[in-house]
T-cell receptor
Framework: GESVGLHLPTLSVQEGDNSIINCAYS??????FIWYKQESGKGPQFIID?????DKRQGQRVTVLLNKTVKHLSLQIAATQPGDSAVYFC?????????FGSGTKLNVKP | NAGVTQTPKFQVLKTGQSMTLQCAQD?????MSWYRQDPGMGLRLIHY???????DQGEVPNGYNVSRSTTEDFPLRLLSAAPSQTSVYFC????????????FGSGTQLSVL
């Protein structure tokens, strides 16, 4: 099967700092990538996506970077807030299937 | 706009019982899918459908059946529940065949005793 992994299972940051969450993927044929946020007891919530013909995409306080050469995806959160505390998943799609990483827990310290 | 609706939210079964987890979406999405989420693990695909009348297996299909008789509904059936099926189940849909973002339901927490 496909492999989508995260480098750090837990990330603690100070409120106001920037956060970077990393993800490695294994299928060079994947052409669409998504970041999700999951709060305790809830379903995953879409944050931002990027297609393989791009290397950067920005949203509101979030940026996704895609490096196809090393098959690496990252999510940058600017000015991290307590409400950003959650588990973050990356996902790739290949042949009608989504593959998810195991997640990184982001703790925001006040 | 309800999005993706899953029922029930919680369920306890005894080993060997059968049940159906319901999933409905009101966004006219072609693509629907079921995932299970176990502690410390990512979401794993059980079954998916790219349109009414079409279903296919994901990574962990054993012990589960699905059908897609309408665009809106995608029920997941546990034929004979086992303790290994204790998990949180999520239904998700998207507009396109895996090429658009998934919208998730709120999940069903299932315990099999």
């Amino acid at each position: 099967g496909e492999s989508v992994g995260l480098h750090l299972p837990t990330l603690s940051v100070q409120e106001g700092d920037n956060s970077i969450i990393n993800c490695a993927y294994s299928n060079s044929a994947s052409d669409y990538f998504i970041w999700y946020k999951q709060e305790s007891g809830k379903g995953p919530q879409f944050i931002i996506d990027i297609r393989s013909n791009m290397d950067k995409r920005q949203g509101q306080r979030v940026t996704v970077l895609l490096n196809k050469t090393v098959k690496h995806l990252s999510l940058q959160i600017a000015a991290t807030q307590p409400g950003d505390s959650a588990v973050y998943f990356c996902a790739e799609t290949s042949f009608n299937k989504f593959y998810f990483g195991s997640g990184t827990k982001l703790n925001v310290k006040p | 706009n309800a999005g993706v609706t899953q029922t029930p939210k919680f369920q306890v079964l005894k080993t060997g019982q059968s049940m159906t987890l319901q999933c409905a979406q009101d966004m006219n999405h072609e693509y629907m899918s079921w995932y299970r989420q176990d502690p410390g693990m990512g979401l794993r695909l059980i079954h998916y459908s790219v349109g009414a009348g079409i279903t296919d297996q994901g990574e962990v299909p054993n012990g589960y059946n699905v059908s897609r008789s309408t665009t809106e509904d995608f029920p997941l059936r546990l034929l004979s529940a086992a303790p290994s099926q204790t998990s949180v189940y999520f239904c998700a849909s998207s507009r396109d065949r895996g090429g658009e973002k998934l919208f998730f339901g709120s999940g069903t927490q299932l315990s099999v005793l």
